[in-house]
């Protein structure tokens, strides 16, 4: 990872703002880039990680419900199934 370059004060000794050069100004645009680009990839590994945990803790509740409750499960599986098959059957 690069190490930003110091900028340049906002006032000149003299007092007076400075002039940005093309080089100054080119310099913040790549900076701005990586910054950009470094944020990005935070976001996107945050949402990752939080997407994964998510679906993680609703398959641990799924499995606790059907744990607790394997009539019942079985029989929503069986109900699933045959309204699944009466659709497919149904659109031939």
Do not use: H
């Amino acid at each position: 990872m690069d190490v930003p370059e110091p900028k340049s004060p906002s006032v000149a000794p003299s007092g007076t703002p400075p002039v940005a050069t093309v080089e100054d100004v080119q310099r913040d645009l790549r900076l701005l880039r990586e910054d950009v680009a470094r944020l990005t990839q935070e976001m996107t590994n945050y949402v990752s990680k939080t997407g994964r945990k998510a679906i993680r803790d609703a398959n641990e509740q799924l499995e606790d419900a059907v744990r607790e409750r394997p009539i019942a499960a079985v029989a929503i599986a069986m109900g699933l199934g045959f309204l699944c098959g009466a659709a497919a059957f149904w659109r031939r």
